[in-house]
């Protein structure tokens, strides 16, 4: 590999490769050490594809939830099942893993700027902006730049685009797999809103037990299947269809609701 070989958005992988192995290093501790990341089904993504993987998953922090992912999908692909045991499978990470999100909240500080650079793709959300309701036009430019990375690797997306629970699946989602053709795998997590602040920088608590189930690719008909149908799909598949909610106890809802209220001071 060139020095100074880049990837289609610019960005130079021997500094990317350095950003990601001091950020890992820097994080293992919070998903082995002073709280535990229970992983299942990491078994699924070293027989993936190299590119055009679509990870779509439930929200719970700005940015823990994805470097938890960082690390699960780096530690499988050096041969560790289920287990983020020993930070080696660092020094070697996947250069061409993508997460989306909204440039505003990538923007906002030094340390958000360095994630961006190790692999976001940011686009303006077009329902929210500086904490105010909006309606505004996707940008086709940042359309583009999701496919530019799917062609590119693997991208992970929360398509419900907010880390409070239960709200429904954004529709541009369906529109990017309609369009790309990704193979869609889909990521349950939990705990990391216990763990951790709402922006996930700060450790809020510590000996939670984390979890991430990395749940087999969907089945999906590209050609035929609605937009709609894929949008219920997703639900179903990050566990965040409002059937849910039936079997759910409401002192935990409330509970949840209540938590929520008490991350709002760390924004």
Known sequence: MGLFKKNPFGHILFLKRWLIRIMGALTHRRFKGFNQLQIVGSEIIKDLPENNVLFVSNHQTYFADVVAMFHVFNASLHGRVDSIKNIGYLWDPKLNIYFVAAKETMSSGLLPKVLAYAGSVSIERTWRAQGKEVNRQVKMSDVSNISKALND??????PQ????????????????????????????????????????????????????????????DYENESVEAIVEKLEYAIEQHPSFL????????EAQEELNKQRQWRY
């Open 153 to 158: 690797g693997w991208v992970v997306t929360f």
């Open 246 to 253: 039936k079997v759910i106890p409401q002192k935990e809802l």
């Open 161 to 220: 685009g907010t880390t409070k629970p239960w709200k429904p699946i954004r529709r541009g989602t369906a529109h990017i797999i309609k369009q790309n053709k990704p193979l869609v795998v889909p990521i349950v997590i939990d705990g990391f809103r216990r763990s951790f602040d709402k922006k996930g920088i700060r450790i809020k608590k510590k000996g939670i037990l984390q979890s991430m189930e990395i749940k087999q690719p969907l089945e999906i």
